[in-house]
């Protein structure tokens, strides 16, 4: 990172938080005028001048503004934007949202998608809390027709999971509800490794089912092995830079390849610690379809139990401070859940 100046510094979070605004080259003279500055607009053009030779903001047009490049909204948030907390009363009606979902998980992603939209003006981005080491914890088994069976599978924290399997032969109800609870209690707590050791004692049915259990636990370790949950896509594309449908496609691939999203998460989020911030702007070299984007990005729940990933995407044009802010302390409610679930 270049050595700013006090005036650069300030001049640059000026530029940026004007262009925040009103997506629009900005001027020295506008800058002087709406900021009240106490300098002149000659000696703003001229800062404005370093500032772009140091590659922080550029010039579209000869005649234009200024407006800021990827590097110069990277300074600002590293450098210059500093700890931005949300308004008291506006965690308070969050908090208070979340607190009459209850501890359904489904409604509190939901709701952690809405509320990241709504108060980041982007596209939100929840995984559901996944096991890092998954656990099983409940099991049902309920007749369909014929050979089909509906197989209901709790994990701790509270994951449900469920698939139709086809028996080789048609079984009871009664059996069906017997197998379930002697799995039930046999595995309850145990890893995909714990009750693979334990189908010595069990019938051909029991070992059939059990084998369908630790495919699914396998499944459900995987980095985005649940749903993930959007909103506020709306937002991103009435932007003026998503105007252009490349930029709008690329941003709809993030969201919508599983592979890309889980690349990206594997390679950002995955390590950090619970409840950091990572913001990734403009790609940072290695995403093309991010590169007219930005992104905001945390890691939720307890390390060892479950975790999942909150963020939002939106333009590079983006107000950082509110949004990391929104993100920080909506990953942090999520965690209580986390650890609310593990403990019940």
């Known amino acids: 990172m270049a050595n700013l100046t006090e005036r650069q510094k300030l001049i640059l979070a000026l530029v940026i938080r004007a262009y925040i605004e009103s997506a629009q080259p900005v001027g020295s003279a506008y800058l002087v005028q709406h900021f009240h500055l106490d300098f002149s607009s000659a000696t703003v053009r001229n800062e404005m001048q370093d500032l772009t030779e140091l590659g922080f903001l550029r010039q579209p047009h000869t005649s234009a503004g200024r407006v800021p490049t990827e590097e110069g909204y990277r300074y600002f948030v590293r450098q210059l934007m500093g700890h931005i907390e949300l308004p008291l009363a506006t965690k308070h009606t969050i908090a208070h949202q979340f607190y009459q979902a209850g501890h359904d998980v489904d409604r509190w992603m939901r709701l952690a998608a809405s509320v990241l939209a709504q108060h980041s003006q982007a596209v939100s981005l929840v995984t559901a809390p996944h096991s890092e080491q998954s656990r099983f914890k409940h099991l049902e088994l309920i007749g369909a027709r014929g050979r089909q069976v509906l197989m209901v599978m709790v994990l701790s924290g509270g994951d449900v999971r469920q698939q139709m399997l086809s028996l080789a032969e048609q079984v009871p109800q009664e059996k069906l509800s017997a197998t379930a609870a002697k799995i039930t209690a046999l595995c309850q707590g145990l890893t995909i490794d714990g009750i693979a050791g334990l189908t010595a004692q069990m019938d051909a049915l029991e070992k059939d089912v059990v084998q369908l259990v630790m495919d699914d636990l396998r499944r459900s370790q995987e980095i985005l092995g649940g749903e993930v949950y959007r909103d506020g896509l709306t937002h991103v594309l009435a932007e003026p830079e998503f105007a252009e449908m490349e930029v709008a496609r690329n941003a709809l691939r993030i969201l919508e390849e599983r592979s890309l999203l889980e690349d990206l998460l594997a390679r950002t989020i995955m390590h950090d610690s619970i409840g950091g911030v990572q913001v990734l702007i403009g790609g940072e070299g290695t995403w093309q379809e991010l590169r007219d984007c930005s992104m905001v990005l945390s890691r939720y729940g307890v390390p060892g139990l479950a975790t999942g990933t909150v963020g939002v ?22 965690s209580d859940l986390v650890v609310d679930l593990h403990s019940e």
């Open 313 to 334: 995407l939106g333009p590079i044009r983006m107000a950082y401070g509110p949004t990391i802010s929104t993100v920080r302390y909506v990953a942090g409610l999520l």
